[in-house]
């Protein structure tokens, strides 16, 4: 189907089948296990509603807030927009399908593809950046397709307003911008660049981003001091990234967007796709260099599937009853391995071993109540005279977040923590010189270690259900502030 040719109808009724059912099952599943450390991360900053973060933009802790607000601080409250998000993804990815002439057919296996993958599934079920970065890459592939399938320069407002949300959500969308950019220039057409429309969408992405760009400017740009550590601790990062591009979405799917990176250099119809099928190199590339972790591609996988599905179900056509009913059998396993690992199907106690080796997010949603018990069970080592002037110092922002949850009704005060933006959010008043509750440990010759000393180990705690994620195992110790907390807290900081 040439550039200038009318699409197909968009095939409503099967995907929004497909919708319906990711729908049901999300939901059903949302509170089987618990809220993830991010997502305790989440609720509390979105009770601190800010144009920045020091990880992150703002738009997932405000999507927490507006979720919590109105469907309640729960698991399933906070992961219905996390549900939402997932369901606008498979029909954003049916709609690229769509734009390259795939019909009803490709447009359901699209959706279908979309669902069941690995990664989606993961950033559906519970709430992380994500979530809605996985939709807005979507989006900005599909105007920028538009843009170049039609020639329609105003298109480029589409994709400057997705970019700008974008980038108050996160700054990753840059690599897919510079990837397209680079496409288009190579590869064409590059009479989409010869507009004013394009400065038009420069200045609307540029208003929408301005607020987080300079809180960022303000606070001395930490989301670059923790893309710096990432990048640092990048060795592993560089040797997993091309082995897990081929299991993120699904190993039964890697074929399909392989054929969607082949597929506009064979179809000349398609010729002003190439820039598509070189984006995602290009991103690679980057990736590799700067450390990046292996997921952060794998939204620019889901356009090239949607690129690939006529060629693959040509080929499914084209073959006899022993090559489709080993391609189902294959689709079947890598979805229901999909499923195993990106959904709490299995109670919490199977999840030790493969499941969690796969993807350990699941783990971290499992026992924070009995986290915050332990805790409790430790604060009343303290005397009571003293516990007015006593400090819980979690180690990191899912401690601290699981305390500001689950400790009130616990009898717990307000935890404190110098890990991300908790550090923000602290000190703690000079005025608290009473014993200091540590969950966890400093390295030995860090400066922490010589402001909080005399550390007794008081408890270690456990997961209930023993999953080894990590909390399983951190001690708790009573320790001595050697500063006052304004002193003592600017050396505490920790990024990472």
Same mark, same amino acid.
């Given at each position: 189907m040439g550039a200038g040719r009318d699409l197909p109808r968009f095939a409503?009724?099967?995907?929004? /089948?497909?919708? &319906? &059912?990711?729908?049901?099952?999300?939901?059903?599943?949302?509170?089987?296990?618990? =809220?993830?450390?991010?997502?305790?991360? =989440?609720?509390?900053?979105?009770?601190?509603?800010?144009?920045?973060?020091?990880?992150?933009?703002? @738009?997932?802790?405000?999507?927490?807030? &507006?979720?919590? #607000?109105?469907?309640?601080?729960? +698991?399933?409250?906070?992961?219905?927009?996390?549900?939402?998000?997932?369901?606008?993804?498979?029909?954003? *990815?049916?709609? /690229?399908?769509?734009? =390259?002439?795939?019909?009803? !057919?490709?447009q359901l296996f699209t959706a279908i593809a979309t669902a069941l993958s690995a990664y989606v599934l993961v950033v559906s079920h519970m709430l992380a950046t994500n979530s809605a970065d996985v939709l807005l890459w979507s989006l900005i592939a599909l105007f920028g397709l538009k843009l170049l399938r039609t020639g329609d320069g105003r298109w480029w407002l589409a994709v400057g307003a997705a970019a700008g949300i974008g980038l108050?959500?996160?700054?990753? *969308?840059?690599?897919?911008?510079?990837?397209?950019?680079?496409?288009? %220039?190579?590869? !064409?057409?590059?009479?989409?660049?010869?507009?004013?429309?394009?400065?038009? !969408? /420069?200045?609307? &992405?540029? *208003?929408?981003?301005? $607020?987080?760009?300079?809180?960022? #400017?303000?606070?001395?740009? +930490?989301?670059?001091?923790? #893309?710096?550590?990432?990048?640092?601790?990048?060795?592993?990062?560089? /040797?997993?990234?091309?082995?897990?591009?081929?299991?993120y979405l699904s190993p039964v799917l890697v074929p399909g967007w392989i054929a969607g990176l082949v597929r506009p250099w064979r179809d000349p119809a398609l010729r002003w796709a190439r820039a598509l099928a070189i984006a995602y190199p290009v991103v690679c590339a980057e990736l590799l260099v700067l450390g990046?972790? $292996?997921?952060?591609?794998?939204?620019?996988?889901?356009?090239?599937?949607?690129?690939? %599905?006529?060629?693959?179900?040509?080929?499914?056509?084209?073959?006899?009853?022993?090559?489709?009913?080993?391609?189902?059998?294959?689709?079947?396993?890598?979805?229901?391995?999909?499923?195993?690992?990106?959904?709490?199907?299995?109670?919490?106690?199977?999840?030790? !071993? +493969?499941?969690?080796? *796969?993807?350990?997010? $699941?783990?971290e949603q499992v026992g924070w109540p009995g986290f915050a018990d332990t805790v409790a069970g430790a604060w009343a080592r303290i005397p009571a005279t003293e516990q007015d002037t006593a400090v819980i110092l979690a180690g990191n922002y899912g401690e601290a977040g699981a305390l500001?949850?689950?400790?009130?009704?616990?009898?717990?005060?307000?935890?404190?923590?110098?890990?991300?933006?908790?550090?923000?959010?602290?000190?703690?008043?000079?005025?608290?010189?009473?014993?200091?509750?540590? @969950?966890?440990?400093?390295?030995?010759?860090?400066?922490?270690?010589?402001?909080i000393t005399g550390c007794r180990v008081v408890a270690k705690h456990h997961t209930a259900e023993g999953v080894d994620n990590d909390e399983n195992g951190v001690m708790l110790s009573l320790c001595t502030l050697t500063e006052p907390w304004s002193t003592a807290w600017p050396l505490l900081r920790q990024y990472y």
């Amino acid at each position: 189907m040439g550039a200038g040719r009318d699409l197909p109808r968009f095939a409503a009724l099967p995907v929004g /089948i497909v919708v &319906a &059912a990711q729908a049901v099952i999300l939901t059903l599943l949302s509170g089987r296990y618990g =809220f993830h450390r991010d997502e305790l991360y =989440f609720v509390a900053a979105g009770h601190r509603p800010d144009w920045g973060y020091v990880d992150n933009p703002p @738009i997932t802790p405000w999507l927490a807030r &507006a979720s919590t #607000a109105v469907f309640g601080e729960t +698991p399933t409250g906070l992961r219905v927009v996390a549900t939402l998000l997932g369901m606008a993804t498979v029909v954003v *990815v049916a709609l /690229i399908a769509r734009e =390259f002439g795939g019909g009803r !057919g490709a447009q359901l296996f699209t959706a279908i593809a979309t669902a069941l993958s690995a990664y989606v599934l993961v950033v559906s079920h519970m709430l992380a950046t994500n979530s809605a970065d996985v939709l807005l890459w979507s989006l900005i592939a599909l105007f920028g397709l538009k843009l170049l399938r039609t020639g329609d320069g105003r298109w480029w407002l589409a994709v400057g307003a997705a970019a700008g949300i974008g980038l108050a959500n996160k700054w990753l *969308v840059l690599l897919l911008l510079s990837g397209l950019g680079i496409g288009v %220039a190579i590869a !064409g057409p590059r009479g989409v660049l010869r507009t004013w429309w394009l400065a038009g !969408g /420069i200045g609307i &992405a540029s *208003v929408l981003a301005a $607020p987080v760009v300079l809180w960022q #400017a303000s606070h001395g740009w +930490p989301m670059l001091t923790v #893309a710096g550590g990432i990048s640092d601790d990048g060795g592993e990062n560089r /040797i997993l990234f091309m082995p897990m591009q081929l299991v993120y979405l699904s190993p039964v799917l890697v074929p399909g967007w392989i054929a969607g990176l082949v597929r506009p250099w064979r179809d000349p119809a398609l010729r002003w796709a190439r820039a598509l099928a070189i984006a995602y190199p290009v991103v690679c590339a980057e990736l590799l260099v700067l450390g990046g972790k $292996p997921y952060y591609s794998v939204p620019l996988l889901l356009p090239l599937v949607a690129l690939g %599905a006529e060629p693959a179900l040509r080929w499914l056509s084209r073959g006899g009853t022993t090559r489709r009913v080993l391609t189902g059998a294959a689709a079947a396993v890598c979805a229901v391995v999909s499923v195993l690992t990106g959904l709490p199907v299995v109670p919490a106690s199977a999840l030790n !071993g +493969p499941l969690l080796a *796969v993807n350990k997010e $699941p783990g971290e949603q499992v026992g924070w109540p009995g986290f915050a018990d332990t805790v409790a069970g430790a604060w009343a080592r303290i005397p009571a005279t003293e516990q007015d002037t006593a400090v819980i110092l979690a180690g990191n922002y899912g401690e601290a977040g699981a305390l500001e949850h689950y400790g009130p009704e616990r009898g717990l005060p307000q935890p404190y923590s110098p890990h991300m933006s908790y550090a923000d959010w602290g000190p703690p008043p000079d005025r608290q010189v009473g014993p200091v509750l540590l @969950i966890g440990s400093f390295e030995r010759g860090s400066p922490a270690s010589r402001l909080i000393t005399g550390c007794r180990v008081v408890a270690k705690h456990h997961t209930a259900e023993g999953v080894d994620n990590d909390e399983n195992g951190v001690m708790l110790s009573l320790c001595t502030l050697t500063e006052p907390w304004s002193t003592a807290w600017p050396l505490l900081r920790q990024y990472y």
